[in-house]
């Protein structure tokens, strides 16, 4: 009981998290996924498993079917006074008490009971066992979808399915395993202690790295990732009561465009050395052909060019964005990636002779590209302001509009959507063109990588937060905002009736950007908005039936062609949870810059730029 004078009382109310719950499941035993391929006069280039040349045919399987007969149930909160008590107040000048139904309470005087405020508290209480409970069960229904999607090869799991939606009749290249898709599903078992198979995809795809993988009647660079595999079941040549597993990579060629993929190689470093700092298994990260597969990684992306920019240059659609969405040039995405996968493999290269060559462009290269980001696609209010009064046409070393940017080119939109405190880096940078849209991925990473500075990180932040009823609003995230529309859409689109105006690509809403959102809260200590946002994915994925992506520019509508039971969605919300639970474990995928770095940066702030003509210094072999 609650004691009470007649003048005054006191309402607590306890509001605590929802406890996180772990489960010891294992991989479900018939989760093997395989195909037969009946014929095709293709010629592709497959990896043989040597071990399966004496078993017996098997009949091909894929999980979905359990699927197709499971109910996916809705969960609500069924608390029938849990509203009741959000808003107690304290009583009027007549002593009578009010809710916010407006539903009078008599004082003690009057009826010698007091308030029920114990029932309240309770509510209160009940109402935050109801939360949990929905939210265990949601991670529970997630965990389960998530195994179920594992692709098996000889017996042992090497991946996870791009969607397992029992809904759709057309699969497209969603029964693939692909390397972007599959990070956060990694980074989930990983974060759970469950490192086979991050470790078998690691060893898998490094094995399909391209050699001499044709595209039409031209070859990709030495060193391209795949975009993706396929598990297939085909006949021994020879013998019909013998099958043997293959893994079939596709590095563009059968993609919707035919873009070869930049970002594979870069998230593969990525994933390798969050899995060496997970596990602990350092054998793995010093085996030869795993050096061998970063140091080709590397020197592709390394390799001397036309290009003047320490920034990579690539084609419309390497990355998460794989349709024309006029990306093309040097897209903030590629550069942050690039800048991460640099730092890792930093840590993971060992300081030997053979590697000094490698080490030493490495290092110059994270200077410029740093340099280059922080200064050339930052944009804040004093920035913009700057940009508004630029001159142009100017020819010297010292000019300060060196892209030769026009004020006109700043957007209406951007003028008025700025806020006074926050910025972010805007989506692309060529001479005479600046992209000022806010590309999601790429902000989040490089404040993950600590590719801008801790001011800079705040201020993207600051940014999401100003502007959560835009980036946010009812399903987190904006992959990019604003949405192009009407001609230009058409121009820069091609009329793609997928991005339409906030659809897809286009300013749609992806719940997968959740864990990315969640590492780059974590490490600037401001977990709480990622906790926001997560809360917000939780009311309805899971009465969605997670689904790939969201349309409209609140991210009210399911996509139209959204996958359901999309398997980077379901992983991104399990890393954010398990991320929350437990920020230490985000140390494994976030890298902090060195005093290297810094007094790099700082020389290179302070030099003279006429200082850099003439023959090319040993030391500094970095443009800016």
């Known amino acids: 009981m609650v004691a009470m004078g007649s003048s005054e009382a006191v309402l607590q109310v306890f509001c605590g998290a929802a406890p996180f719950i772990k489960s010891d499941l294992t991989y479900p035993l018939g989760s093997d996924i395989k195909y037969k391929k009946k014929g095709g006069s293709k010629a592709i280039r497959l990896f043989k498993c040597s071990s399966s040349y004496h078993q017996f045919p098997t009949i091909p399987t894929i999980q979905s079917e359990r699927l197709k007969s499971r109910k996916f149930e809705s969960y609500s909160c069924k608390c029938l006074n849990a509203e009741s008590a959000s808003g107690f107040t304290t009583k009027n000048e007549n002593g009578t008490w009010f809710v916010d139904n407006?539903?009078?309470?008599?004082?003690i005087q009057e009826t010698g009971?007091?308030?029920?405020?114990?029932?309240l508290e309770d509510d209160h209480k009940?109402?935050?066992?109801?939360e949990s409970s929905l939210s265990d069960a949601i991670e529970k229904e997630a965990w389960d979808?998530?195994?179920?999607s594992i692709v098996q090869y000889c017996?042992?799991?090497v991946g996870t399915i791009a969607a397992n939606d029992p809904t759709s009749s057309s699969v497209l290249n969603y029964d693939q395993v692909f390397i972007r898709d599959f990070i956060p599903s990694g980074i989930a078992f990983l974060l759970k202690g469950e490192y086979d198979i991050v470790r078998n995809f690691?060893?898998?795809?490094?094995?399909?790295q391209s050699w001499e993988k044709t595209m039409d009647c031209h070859s990709p660079g030495q060193g391209l990732m795949p975009a993706s595999f396929k598990v297939r079941t085909i006949?021994?040549?020879?013998?019909?009561t013998a099958t043997e597993e293959v893994l079939d990579p596709d590095f563009g060629e059968a993609a919707i465009g035919r873009v070869a993929p930049v970002d594979s190689g870069l998230w593969w470093i990525i994933l390798l050395r969050a899995y060496g700092k997970s596990s602990g298994d350092m054998s793995l990260l010093e085996r030869i052909d795993v050096q061998t597969g970063i140091k080709m990684i590397l020197k592709l992306c390394l390799a001397d060019g036309f290009d003047m920019f320490p920034t990579l240059l690539v084609a419309d659609g390497p990355c998460m964005i794989d349709r024309r969405m006029g990306i093309h040039g040097h897209p903030l995405e590629i550069q942050a990636l690039f800048y991460s996968a640099l730092m890792c493999a930093r840590e993971m290269l060992p300081p030997e002779d053979g590697s000094a060559d490698l080490i030493r462009a490495l290092n110059n290269r994270l200077v410029a590209l740093s340099f280059h980001l922080r200064e050339y696609y930052w944009v804040d209010l004093k920035k913009l302001n700057e940009i508004y009064r630029y001159k142009t046409e100017e020819y010297s070393y010292d000019a300060v509009n060196k892209f030769n940017i026009y004020p006109d080119q700043i957007p209406p939109w951007l003028v008025e959507w700025m806020p006074n405190k926050g910025g972010y880096l805007i989506g692309n940078l060529q001479p005479a063109h600046m992209d000022f849209r806010f590309f999601s991925l790429g902000n989040f990473w490089s404040v993950v990588s600590s590719l801008v500075t801790v001011d800079q990180s705040n201020a993207i932040l600051d940014l999401i937060e100003a502007k959560w009823a835009d980036l946010v609003a009812d399903m987190p995230f904006k992959i990019c905002y604003p949405a192009l529309e009407g001609q230009e859409w058409q121009i820069i689109t091609g009329s793609d009736p997928k991005n339409t105006p906030w659809s897809y690509h286009n300013g749609g809403s992806w719940p997968t950007l959740l864990w990315q959102l969640t590492v780059a809260c974590i490490k600037m200590d401001r977990p709480e908005i990622a906790a926001r946002a997560v809360k917000i994915a939780e009311e309805r994925l899971g009465q969605d039936k997670w689904p790939e992506y969201y349309d409209t520019k609140k991210g009210r509508f399911i996509g139209k062609q959204s996958r359901l039971f999309q398997t980077w969605t379901i992983a991104g919300y399990l890393v954010s949870k398990l991320l929350l639970a437990d920020p230490t474990k985000a140390k494994i995928l976030m890298t902090d810059e060195d005093s290297e770095l810094v007094n790099a940066f700082s020389c290179m702030i302070t030099s003279n730029p006429r200082k850099k003509r003439g023959p090319k210094s040993s030391q500094k072999t970095y443009i800016v």
């Open 113 to 119: 009971h007091p308030p029920n405020l114990l029932g």
């Open 145 to 148: 979808l998530l195994r179920e």
């Open 126 to 130: 009940l109402k935050k066992e109801n």
């Open 155 to 157: 017996g042992s799991p």
């Open 235 to 240: 006949p021994l040549e020879g013998d019909d």
């Open 202 to 208: 690691i060893l898998h795809t490094l094995q399909l």
């Open 102 to 107: 407006a539903k009078e309470f008599n004082t």
